[in-house]
């Protein structure tokens, strides 16, 4: 860590609540925040940059892009130190009239902790140079968990990554997945989960990518969202599948739970109701699809129309017997948003307590 005076963490109560977190000060008493630098200002990193900007025991130092994108000046806009990840490429930024501070490599000499949100599989070859500088590395769902060796979810394994200099956030799918399953292991235990992803094509802004006028289905079974669960749901017994379909608003899936004992439908929605980042929507109210949450997160005037809560339809909520079936929504863009900002607080024991993280995100995000 780039820290100029020893470092240890003290106690600091909650106000209104019995969670101590874990402040990160230097040895002089001066409480300090975590650098955090944001490598690939895209769909998911311009979000965790906006949110950390929200957070008051963390701060971006900066922020990368290869090319001299609108996004490049949005980043500048926002007051947002720029850095170039290709330094060949600093000319087109200067040609472009945008403002660079340096390569990536200088924003890694002034940083505590990097969040990777460059493309999928690209990510990887990065660990190795975030080593070099000594620097601590969050990794996206695009990863594969055994190239970076540990995943993270804030619900159900915040405490294993305590102190952890890399892991990576699991994916949206995934993300959505761990908060409705995980309290149902805690509250009835879980023989089985089936899942089925009905996943989007591309994100809104990608024009380039299908399908078009078809149903692709994922032909490797199990689909890779059950095993990627179970890196931070252990011993989880899940078979998933999975087909892409031609829209960009949100994925659905469809979910069949084996309970460990029998239970109602109402006790499953209370125990959902206090599980944080899940909320619920009904159809009888007319919203029956996902068209009508993307508009819901318009109505409630969500930045970006982001809506980090997976959705539950609460009619769509049935149990017989100690089976259980269900319906969620995935906003992919955003879910993992505040996951992020939980991963960096495990990562330097900002808080020992995954729900006083939660809480203290969820309160600068306004979540739930």
């Not at 032909?219 to 989880?236: A, N, Q, R």
């Amino acid at each position: 860590m780039v820290m100029s005076t020893v470092n240890i963490f003290l106690p600091s109560r909650v106000a209104g609540t019995n969670i101590y977190l874990l402040r990160f000060v230097k040895g002089n008493g001066e409480q300090v925040t975590v650098k955090v630098a944001i490598n690939g200002y895209g769909t998911i990193g311009k979000r965790v940059a906006d949110a950390v900007s929200l957070q008051d025991d963390m701060e971006i130092v900066g922020v990368t892009k290869t090319r001299p994108t609108f996004e490049a000046r949005l980043a500048v806009s926002k007051g947002f130190d720029l850095y170039v990840a290709i330094p060949e490429n600093i000319p087109s930024f200067e040609e472009a009239g945008i403002t660079v501070k340096g390569t990536l490599e200088d924003l890694l000499g002034i940083c505590d902790v990097v969040v990777d949100c460059t493309p999928g599989k690209e990510g990887v070859n990065n660990l190795e140079r975030y080593r070099k500088f000594g620097v601590k590395a969050i990794f996206q769902g695009g990863e594969k968990h055994e190239n970076i060796g540990m995943s993270f979810n804030s619900l159900s394994n915040y405490h294993e990554n305590l102190g952890i200099d890399y892991t990576r956030v699991v994916s949206c799918n995934t993300t959505g997945l761990a908060r409705t399953i995980y309290p149902l292991v805690k509250e009835f235990g879980v023989k089985k989960v089936y899942a089925t992803m009905v996943r989007r094509g591309p994100d809104p802004n990608n024009s380039k990518k299908g399908p078009v006028n078809a149903i692709v289905p994922v032909l490797k079974v199990p689909s890779h969202h059950g095993p990627d669960l179970k890196t931070v749901i252990h011993d989880l017994d899940i078979d998933t599948m999975a087909v892409a379909v031609p829209t960009t608003l949100m994925h659905l899936h469809c979910n069949v739970v084996e309970l460990g004992r029998e239970a109602t439908s109402e006790e499953v929605i209370k125990v959902w109701e206090k599980t944080p980042r899940v909320t619920f929507v009904d159809g009888g109210e007319g919203i029956v699809s996902t068209a009508q949450i993307m508009e819901m997160a318009k109505d409630l005037k969500r930045d970006r129309s982001d809506l980090n809560e997976i959705t539950v339809w609460k009619d769509g909520v049935h149990v017989v017997g100690n089976t259980l079936y269900y319906y969620q929504a995935i906003h992919q863009e955003s879910d993992v948003v505040p996951e992020n900002v939980d991963c960096i607080r495990a990562m330097f024991r900002l808080t020992e307590d995954n729900l006083g993280s939660i809480e203290k995100t969820n309160r600068a995000l306004g979540i739930n």
